[in-house]
């Protein structure tokens, strides 16, 4: 939706290749890979292009991780970590894991550039801290 928004859709390739998966690693602390076909990261990222031009940063991720759809595929993450916490570590008081307490970030896994330069994983230094409101 936030690719529509932005007016990104060209041939609708990049809305098409959007998948995102979510894991959780580290205690507090949860990871989305966005796949995608390369240029997403650009257009979501921006860059500083060869030729002197410039991709202004769209912050596509972001947005959409904050848009109602968002928040509810992150509260979903959140109550599926949390119950994954409580069956793995019952000693742990899982009451006291706060929402806000719970660092949110992403990297991407692109292909589709045929030079291959562009294709793999991508880390993002970018974090959204998830908001408290969306896991009342």
């Given at each position: 939706m936030q690719i529509q928004r932005l007016g990104l859709?060209?041939?609708y390739g990049m809305k098409d290749s959007i998948r995102i998966s979510a894991a959780a690693g580290d205690l507090n602390?949860?990871?989305?890979?966005?796949?995608?076909v390369f240029y997403y990261m650009f257009q979501d990222q921006g860059?500083?292009?060869w030729n002197g031009g410039v991709?202004?940063?769209q912050k596509v991720t972001e947005k959409a991780l904050k848009s109602p759809l968002g928040l509810k595929f992150q509260k979903?993450?959140?109550?599926?970590y949390v119950a994954w916490l409580t069956d793995n570590y019952?000693?742990?008081?899982?009451?006291?894991i706060?929402?806000?307490s719970i660092r949110i970030e992403w990297d991407y896994n692109l292909f589709g550039d045929e030079s291959g330069s562009w294709n793999g994983q991508?880390?993002?230094?970018?974090?959204v801290w998830a908001s408290p409101k969306a896991f009342l």
């Open positions: 859709v060209d041939t602390k949860i990871s989305f890979t966005v796949n995608a860059a500083d292009l991709i202004v940063p979903q993450v959140m109550n599926e019952p000693i742990l008081e899982v009451g006291r706060i929402p806000k991508f880390f993002s230094s970018s974090k």
